[in-house]
């Protein structure tokens, strides 16, 4: 089926299911109620993903029936279902963290992994029992980096959006159509979501909807977009997901340095900085969806090149340029009190 025609079919569904949402949210209450971890001020509900999540299974179902879509569907479903049960009734992170680790690691031994990994600069391939962990850690990782950066309107959905883009050219480029298929369903049915969740917001998408996001683009950069991985290849995913990426590991970094938990909740993230520093939502999200951009543009360039030396010069002055702004911006300042 045309590319066009699955975006667009996925936009159509995504907005006509998105308000039917919205309005089932508040007769069942599954409604985001401002507090002090919240940064709206109305209440909101907060199954915005069930939408997009709808569309897109509907569209490939009907449309697009491969193995490795179906695989990925499977296991984002799982991780979807938990993270439903997280926006209905809030579980605590334990539970939460244990629930996902068990959906994707279900994931994985269904299929949802690349076969070997190949070790930079070496002759050494990693296959078997340590491909799968190291499939297993990407995958619980960009699930909970992307549900981390669902902070602000519009975030976690355009950044979802960016990446699905890219991915759906390096596919292209690559000559894999069911997977170039799957990603225009997810760029249609995400921007028909952000219709109604860029700021201000009238739904959000929830744990559901960003653990989903999370999962299902994290698998497609894997898994159906490499065969197999190389030191080029490696860098794709880390590219295309780069921000959420960058900000898990900020996260988790700051907290041990500060003596907290890694996975203790503070609204001291990336995107909150950015609001520290005076932007305002959209301003903070427009400089996000630009270090997106930036660092998918240069994924897209490293899958064409394929030229090992280059792409790591490529890599890491990209990289080094991010991080070299967002520290002169302050964004990245760590004091041992936290306080920044």
């Not at 993903?49 to 709808?54: D, H, I, Y």
């Not at 799957?182 to 049915?189: C, H, K, Q, T, Y």
């Not at 952000?194 to 683009?217: Q, R, Y």
């Not at 290849?233 to 997901?241: D, G, T, Y």
Request: proline share 4%; net charge positive.
């Amino acid at each position: 089926m045309n590319l066009l025609i699955v975006m667009i079919l996925s936009l159509v569904v995504s907005l006509v299911l998105t308000p039917l949402v919205r309005k089932k949210a508040f007769d069942v209450g599954a409604i985001d109620i401002p507090e002090e971890r919240r940064i709206h001020s109305i209440p909101t509900p907060r199954i915005g993903g069930l939408a997009f999540f709808l569309s897109i299974l509907l569209v490939n179902l009907f449309f697009n029936r491969s193995l490795v879509v179906e695989k990925i569907l499977f296991g984002s479903t799982l991780v979807f279902l938990v993270g439903v049960l997280d926006d209905f009734i809030e579980l605590k992170p334990a539970p939460k963290f244990w629930l996902t680790f068990f959906a994707v690691l279900f994931a994985v031994l269904l299929g949802v992994r690349i076969e070997s990994w190949k070790i930079p600069y070496t002759n050494i391939v990693v296959k078997g029992f340590w491909a799968d962990v190291i499939s297993f850690i990407w995958l619980l990782g960009i699930t909970n980096a992307m549900n981390f950066i669902d902070g602000l309107d519009g975030l976690a959905g355009g950044v979802a959006v960016i990446s699905s883009f890219s991915l759906l050219i390096i596919s292209l480029l690559l000559g894999r159509l069911e997977v170039a298929t799957f990603l225009a369903s997810i760029l249609g049915s995400v921007l028909g979501f952000l219709h109604f969740n860029f700021p201000p917001a009238s739904i959000f998408m929830g744990d559901s909807g960003a653990m989903f996001l999370g999962f299902t683009l994290g698998a497609i950069s894997i898994v159906g977009v490499l065969k197999s991985s190389t030191v080029i290849n490696l860098f794709i995913p880390l590219l295309v997901m780069g921000f959420p990426v960058l900000d898990t590991a900020f996260s988790i970094i700051r907290r041990l340095w500060e003596g907290r938990a890694p996975w203790k909740f503070d609204k001291d993230h990336i995107h909150h900085r950015f609001l520290k520093l005076g932007m305002d939502t959209k301003q903070s999200i427009a400089f996000i969806y630009l270090i997106t951009i930036c660092m998918s543009l240069v994924a897209i360039i490293i899958s064409v090149l394929q030229d090992p030396y280059i792409s790591t010069i490529i890599l890491f002055g990209t990289l080094g340029l991010v991080l070299f702004i967002l520290y002169k911006l302050g964004v990245l300042e760590v004091r041992k009190n936290g306080k920044v």
